[in-house]
C-alpha cells in the first residue's frame, strides 16, 4: 500500500493506468470511431494515448484526471492521423476517373450509417464538440478544457454543429 501511495504522490500509478484501461478501453475506442473512419486507426490512437500517459504518468499532478488526460490525448492524436492522411493523400496520384479505388468498397459499408455521414460533414471542431459533449458526456467545461477554447465557444460549436446535422440528416426547419 505504501508503495501505491507514494506511486499516487507524484502521478499516477500503473494500476489506476491499469484499472482506467480495463474499464474505458471500450468508450474511448469509440471516441476515437467517431473522429476517424476506420477501427485499426481507432485501436492504435487509443493504444498510442495509453502509452502516452504511461510514459508521462509522473507529470500527472491530479490522477483523477487521468481519464480526462487520455481523452484529450485520443482526440489530440485523432486530429493527427487526419493530417497526416491528408497530407498523405494530397501526395498520391490522382486515380484515373473511371477507376474505383480500392478503399470504396470498404468505406460503402462505414457510411451506411446517417449520423456518422452527417458528422463527417461538419467541421472539425463542431464534430469533436458535439461527439465529446454528447457521445462521450462531458459538461461544456470539460469540453472546453480538453479542445483549450473557452466554454462559449464550445456552446457555440455546438449550436452550429446540431443545426447542421439537422440539416445533413434531412430534419431542417
Request: glycine fraction near 6%; charged fraction near 20%; avoid cysteine.
Given at each position: 500500500m505504501g508503495s501505491a501511495a507514494a506511486a499516487d504522490?507524484?502521478?499516477?500509478s500503473v494500476d489506476?493506468?491499469?484499472?482506467?484501461?480495463?474499464a474505458h478501453y471500450?468508450?474511448?475506442?469509440?471516441?476515437?470511431?467517431?473522429?476517424?473512419?476506420?477501427?485499426s486507426s481507432c485501436e492504435d490512437v487509443v493504444q498510442e494515448?495509453?502509452?502516452?500517459?504511461?510514459?508521462?504518468?509522473r507529470r500527472v499532478r491530479e490522477p483523477e484526471k487521468t481519464?480526462?488526460?487520455?481523452?484529450?490525448?485520443?482526440?489530440?492524436?485523432?486530429?493527427?492521423?487526419l493530417r497526416r492522411r491528408i497530407l498523405g493523400l494530397r501526395?498520391?496520384?490522382?486515380?484515373?476517373?473511371?477507376?474505383?479505388?480500392?478503399?470504396?468498397?470498404?468505406?460503402?459499408a462505414l457510411e451506411r450509417d446517417e449520423l456518422r455521414i452527417a458528422l463527417r460533414g461538419l467541421q472539425r471542431r463542431q464534430r469533436e464538440v458535439l461527439v465529446l459533449r454528447y457521445y462521450a458526456d462531458l459538461t461544456?467545461?470539460?469540453?472546453?478544457?480538453v479542445l483549450g477554447v473557452s466554454i462559449g465557444s464550445v456552446k457555440?460549436?455546438?449550436?452550429?454543429?446540431?443545426?447542421?446535422?439537422?440539416?445533413?440528416?434531412?430534419g431542417g426547419r
Open positions: 504522490a507524484t502521478g499516477a489506476l493506468l491499469t484499472e482506467t484501461y480495463q471500450r468508450s474511448l475506442l469509440r471516441l476515437a470511431a467517431l473522429l476517424l473512419d476506420d477501427l494515448a495509453f502509452i502516452r500517459v504511461h510514459a508521462a504518468r481519464l480526462a488526460y487520455l481523452r484529450q490525448t485520443v482526440v489530440n492524436l485523432s486530429r493527427s492521423t501526395l498520391l496520384p490522382k486515380p484515373m476517373p473511371d477507376m474505383a479505388s480500392a478503399e470504396e468498397g470498404a468505406y460503402d461544456e467545461a470539460q469540453v472546453a478544457e457555440a460549436y455546438g449550436s452550429r454543429g446540431l443545426a447542421s446535422l439537422r440539416v445533413l440528416m434531412g
